[in-house]
């Protein structure tokens, strides 16, 4: 029996997802007859080259006929398994339910845009997702279907009047990575630089636009990817990133903070932007070589505790020491080497903040762990608008509902990062069927602390797959500049030997 509701939940992953993209494109599909021409086709997409669908119509369709064919698949699935025995089934249920999340994976790679960012998120944030979808939405981290050559070669020539042969001294039209946005190739400079250059897809910024535009859709699939979640903070989160994202200008300027901050430094490398190969549409830095993540976790146990103690002080630390924030945890942007050595990559997403966002977030630590008084925890989130001023909560729901985000630093001692751990920690935020609905209805991150949020989430999912472990409290001390702990760990301490040197 147990096995049996598995399996269905196996299937409720994937096959239900087809039913969302058709529910939702069907609402659409009705909702957008008036643009149709009257001869009954869909309106043509805007000029210029590209290989995506990106007109709402087009990409609506393309979903509902997704949808269609997933139904009927499930639809055969089941009649083969009616005279079948248990086993049978069962082998017939999983065989669909991996079937169907390829085909997922597939479907969000070629639209590129939001959905594929969702599939994204999905692959790595959800640890609660059963395997086989995981295993075959991370495809979407750094492996999506790729543009063709002659596309890349337009974007180039559009935004510097020249193909690559002319920019570069040598260049692979092979791409090193192919994600939501754009892609990356590999190249030389007429100097000898090895860079990487990533391209936009063409007609990315109208892919994208569309599919914001079809809340009903985004709203279908995330409550389908992530189960008795509220969608809308992270379809409105989604929305801020990818606009923000579609200018690679933006991009390298957060990169220029981020390289020249930690050029030097032992364990954190960030690629220097090449500038008069980049622009709106293209970037070009050194390329880094390293480690996927999805290698990582299986070294060695040692290798693996380094590595995420680097990615924790990359990300906590940049609050504190840069006043700044790289808010995507997504594990294609890592490159991993030997003795916690980490590239850090994709810098379309970050927030500065002013010196009162960053009091904010003092007050709420001295509350919340330093002090452990939930009385003033509460008057700091009814102050900036977490909570709306008067909200009723008992000081123990609201230490149960807010303490288990600093669970981990709550305790001077070493704590282990588990799947079920940072699982439970994407539940708390979202799961509106829990115990804190109450609170988290009331609720309302400004935007300082939503993407924090974010990256809070996103890195304790890794964390669970390295098995991170550590004495997180001591490093945040390390970090917390109104504390300025004394090195805690051997990394710690070359750390502060190369920030004295630097300083001196």
Same mark, same amino acid.
């Given at each position: 029996m147990a096995a049996r509701r598995r399996t269905?939940?196996?299937?409720?992953?994937?096959?239900?997802?087809?039913?969302?993209l058709l529910l939702g494109a069907a609402v659409r599909a009705r909702r957008s007859r008036s643009p149709v021409?009257?001869?009954?086709?869909?309106?043509?997409?805007?000029?210029?080259?590209?290989?995506?669908?990106?007109?709402?119509?087009?990409?609506?369709?393309?979903?509902?006929?997704?949808?269609a064919r997933?139904?009927?698949?499930?639809?055969?699935?089941?009649?083969?398994?009616?005279?079948?025995?248990?086993?049978?089934?069962?082998?017939?249920e999983e065989e669909f339910q991996l079937r169907s999340a390829e085909q997922v994976a597939a479907l969000?790679?070629?639209?590129?845009?939001?959905?594929?960012?969702?599939?994204?998120? $999905?692959?790595?944030?959800?640890?609660? !997702?059963?395997?086989? /979808?995981?295993?075959? %939405?991370?495809?979407?981290?750094?492996?999506? +279907?790729?543009?063709a050559p002659e596309l890349v070669e337009q974007v180039l020539r559009d935004e510097f009047g020249a193909g690559p042969d002319e920019l570069f001294g040598e260049w692979d039209p092979r791409p090193l990575a192919s994600a939501s946005i754009g892609q990356v190739h590999r190249a030389v400079l007429f100097d000898g630089t090895a860079v990487a250059v990533k391209v936009q897809y063409p007609g990315v910024d109208r892919a994208v636009? $569309?599919?914001?535009?079809?809340?009903? !859709?985004?709203?279908? /699939?995330?409550?389908? %990817?992530?189960?008795?979640?509220?969608?809308? +903070?992270?379809?409105?989160?989604?929305?801020?990133?990818?606009?923000?994202?579609?200018?690679?200008?933006?991009?390298?300027?957060?990169?220029?903070?981020?390289?020249?901050?930690?050029?030097?430094?032992?364990?954190?490398?960030?690629?220097?932007?090449?500038?008069?190969?980049?622009t709106g549409r293209v970037l070009t830095t050194e390329l880094a070589d390293g480690a996927r993540f999805a290698e990582v976790v299986e070294w060695p146990d040692e290798e693996r505790q380094a590595a995420a103690e680097t990615l924790y002080r990359f990300a906590f630390g940049s609050i504190y020491g840069l006043r700044a924030f790289n808010g995507d945890p997504h594990p294609g942007n890592y490159l991993f080497r030997p003795g916690g050595r980490v590239t850090f990559l994709d810098f379309g997403l970050c927030k500065r903040f002013t010196d009162d966002e960053v009091t904010v977030f003092e007050s709420m630590i001295r509350a919340m762990v330093l002090d452990r008084d939930v009385r003033a925890f509460h008057e700091v989130v009814e102050r900036i608008g977490i909570l709306p001023p008067g909200f009723e909560v008992s000081d123990e729901a609201l230490s149960e509902y807010f303490g288990h985000f600093y669970e981990f630093v709550m305790e001077d001692r070493e704590m282990e990062i588990t799947p079920e751990w940072s699982s439970r920690s994407?539940?708390?935020?979202?799961?509106?069927?829990?115990?804190?609905?109450?609170?988290?209805?009331?609720?309302?991150?400004?935007?300082?602390?939503?993407?924090?949020?974010?990256?809070?989430?996103?890195?304790?999912?890794?964390?669970?797959?390295?098995?991170?472990?550590?004495?997180?409290?001591r490093i945040a001390e390390?970090?917390?500049?109104?504390?300025?702990?004394?090195?805690?760990?051997?990394?710690?301490e070359r750390i502060a030997e190369w920030a004295s040197a630097r300083t001196a």
């Open positions: 269905g939940a196996l299937v409720g992953a994937a096959g239900v997802l087809g039913g969302a021409s009257p001869s009954g086709a869909a309106p043509a997409a805007a000029p210029g080259p590209s290989l995506l669908p990106t007109d709402r119509a087009r990409r609506t369709a393309k979903l509902a006929a997704y949808g997933t139904g009927s698949d499930y639809v055969s699935m089941r009649a083969r398994g009616v005279l079948a025995g248990e086993e049978r089934r069962a082998e017939l969000l790679g070629g639209m590129k845009g939001a959905l594929m960012k969702l599939g994204q998120m $999905a692959s790595y944030l959800d640890q609660g !997702l059963p395997e086989p /979808v995981r295993e075959a %939405l991370s495809q979407l981290q750094s492996d999506a +279907p790729p543009m636009a $569309a599919d914001l535009e079809n809340t009903d !859709l985004l709203f279908n /699939v995330m409550s389908v %990817l992530f189960p008795g979640m509220d969608p809308k +903070p992270i379809v409105a989160e989604l929305r801020e990133r990818l606009v923000e994202e579609l200018d690679y200008r933006i991009e390298a300027d957060h990169q220029r903070l981020f390289a020249s901050h930690y050029r030097g430094h032992p364990y954190i490398h960030v690629p220097e932007v090449v500038d008069d190969r980049s994407v539940r708390q935020f979202f799961d509106l069927s829990g115990p804190h609905a109450h609170i988290m209805k009331a609720a309302n991150l400004p935007p300082s602390m939503v993407i924090i949020q974010r990256i809070n989430l996103g890195l304790f999912a890794l964390f669970g797959d390295l098995g991170a472990r550590n004495n997180w409290r390390e970090l917390w500049p109104f504390v300025a702990g004394p090195p805690s760990t051997p990394m710690g």
